[in-house]
């Protein structure tokens, strides 16, 4: 059974940086993602790579301040984010899809980890 593990969320200032970490970059992945949902907010996406390119695509709302990149070696997707802000608390999950196709949206991830709260006070 196929599991993704979050780890790297928490509470932190207007304007500072975190880390988060997904256990998921493994070969039977096409891609993998980072998406995020805030109280009362449907699902949005956030960030994803292409494992056999290395291509990402960054949401507008994040862009210049998020990255995402892989570890092959360890298996990990990371989602550095930096000059975070209060709009950008929510609950993030990596999220993972077997095969080709858009990794933009919510519907088209075969895998789900359970997510990491990330809160950004102002």
């Known amino acids: 059974q196929v599991q993704l593990e979050e780890s790297g969320g928490g509470l932190v200032q207007a304007g500072d940086s975190l880390r988060l970490s997904c256990a998921a970059f493994?070969?039977?992945?096409?891609?993998v993602g980072w998406f995020r949902q805030a109280p009362g907010k449907e699902r949005e996406f956030v960030a994803a790579?292409?494992?056999?390119?290395?291509?990402?695509y960054y949401a507008d709302s994040v862009k210049g301040r998020f990255t995402i990149y892989g570890d092959s070696a360890k298996n990990t997707v990371y989602l550095q984010m930096n000059s975070l802000k209060s709009e950008d608390t929510a609950v993030y999950y990596c999220?993972?899809?077997?095969?080709?196709?858009?990794?933009?949206?919510?519907?088209?991830?075969?895998?789900w980890g359970k997510g990491t709260l990330v809160t950004v006070s102002s």
């Open positions: 790579i292409r494992r056999s390119t290395g291509i990402t």
């Open positions: 999220a993972a899809r077997k095969a080709g196709g858009s990794l933009l949206s919510p519907d088209g991830m075969d895998y």
């Open positions: 493994a070969q039977i992945f096409y891609g």
